[in-house]
């Protein structure tokens, strides 16, 4: 099975920072890779597919990217609306979640 | 615009069965995948089922497979989970997702969730 672990589990963040969220894969994934956001007591919601490929109305400050079987999300500036937890999640083989990113305000 | 309503969720004892059942609107059913997905309450998501937009290939995780089967009625537009044996650890919010086929599948629309309680 692969496994996917997120790091940090918890981030402490203030309006306006930059926040980067990492998930690193157990073995290699491609760029099958997805980032979705989730508010307490909503379904979550897409961002990132195939690694990088914002989806489409989600805000331009979201960017993903790939480094070997480590992959990164960047909020370029957060917003009081990015306050949420964050998934990535790999879809090469059926489909494994990371335990999640809670950001939350400084 | 693309709807999911899942429906059927309760308390329910353990060995107990119960049937989901996930409405689609918005989009044209039998065209897409579809996948279950839950949440056991204060904890991360974990992927349960997925079916193909034919409903001809079903997959399972481990944790479900031989207790869990996944259908749909594309005549209907509506996706259902039928879980038999259910056990305490089952307890979650269970999600319906859309599968986006983009060369492997992942999910893009999800509905609002129903909650499963099992508890004697």
């Known amino acids: 099975d692969i496994q996917m672990t997120q790091s940090p589990s918890t981030l402490s963040a203030s309006v306006g920072d930059r926040v980067t969220i990492t998930c690193r894969a157990s073995q290699s994934i491609s760029s099958w890779l997805a980032w979705y956001q989730q508010k307490p007591g909503k379904a979550p919601k897409l961002l990132i597919y195939?690694?990088?490929s914002l989806e489409s109305g989600v805000p331009s400050r979201f960017s993903g990217s790939r480094s070997g079987t480590e992959f990164t999300l960047t909020i370029s500036s957060l917003q009081p609306d990015d306050f949420a937890t964050y998934y990535c999640q790999q879809y090469i083989t059926y489909w494994t979640f990371g335990q999640g990113t809670k950001v939350e305000i400084k | 615009e693309v709807q999911l309503v899942e429906s059927g969720g309760g308390l329910v004892q353990p060995g107990g069965s119960l049937r989901l059942s996930c409405a689609a609107s918005?989009?044209?059913?039998?065209?897409?995948?579809m996948d279950w997905v839950r949440q056991a309450p204060g904890k991360g998501l974990e992927w349960v089922s997925y079916?193909?937009?034919?409903?001809?290939?079903?997959y399972y995780a481990d944790s479900v497979k031989g207790r869990f089967t996944i259908s749909r009625d594309n005549a209907k537009n509506s996706l259902y989970l039928q879980m038999n044996s259910l056990r305490a650890e089952d307890t979650a919010v269970y999600y319906c997702a859309r599968g986006v086929v983009a060369g492997l599948v992942y999910f893009d629309y999800w509905g609002q969730g129903t909650l499963l309680t099992v508890s004697s």
């Open positions: 195939a690694a990088s």
């Open positions: 918005g989009f044209t059913f039998s065209s897409y995948s």
């Open positions: 079916i193909s937009s034919s409903g001809t290939t079903v």
